[in-house]
């Protein structure tokens, strides 16, 4: 069997606006600049698996349910632009309730790994956290990237720095020669 290669993406602040506990579907605002990014590692085989951590579920600020009509609006949104995310993973625990889902813990990448046959090794993890890329690392993912922060070279811990999620997936799609195909097919 072939295992599937995956982009795990964190949510908030990543692939849509953090107003702070989301929890009102109108309220949702996707990152429009995203979209052509998402679509070309989509078209380069990659799964797009979002992986995030909703506190605000253990501390009673809104319940599974309304979590769901979020995720839902914001799928809604990308797929008017053309992009389908392949599941969404929710950690709903707070640090308290030592879960082991909970970014920086890798748990959300190894369930997503499980149930959609994915090689954690030739995936990458885009979050705009520290704790997002600690969870790539600890799962073995072949690149982190830090979006927003100040742009650095490769570290030992396989972790970029860049400024967007359009110039992670430029990194990610060179990486994987999808990008020099393209090219050459120009
Ligand atoms: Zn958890």
Do not use: W
């Not at 909703?54 to 009509?69: P, T, V």
């Amino acid at each position: 069997m072939t295992l599937n290669k995956a982009v795990f993406l964190d949510r908030d602040g990543t692939i849509m606006f953090d107003s702070g506990y989301v929890s009102d579907p109108e309220k949702v605002d996707i990152f429009d600049e995203t979209v052509e990014a998402l679509k070309a590692l989509k078209e380069a085989g990659y799964l797009l698996v979002v992986v995030t951590n909703q506190s605000g579920i253990a501390r009673g600020y809104f319940n599974m349910d309304e979590l769901e009509k979020v995720n839902s609006r914001m799928c809604e949104l990308f797929k008017e632009h053309g992009v389908l995310f392949d599941k969404i993973y929710v950690c709903p625990h707070r640090d308290e309730d030592r879960c082991t889902c909970r970014k920086p813990l890798p748990g959300l990448i190894f369930k997503a790994a499980r149930e959609l046959d994915i090689d954690v090794s030739v995936s990458f993890m885009i979050g705009n956290s520290r704790s997002d890329v600690h969870a790539g690392i600890s799962a073995g993912c072949k690149l982190n990237f830090l979006i927003g922060a100040e742009k650095g070279s490769l570290s030992k811990d396989n972790t970029l720095s860049v400024g967007s999620v359009g110039d992670a997936a430029e990194i990610i799609l060179t990486v994987d020669g999808t990008f020099d195909k393209m090219e050459s097919q120009q």
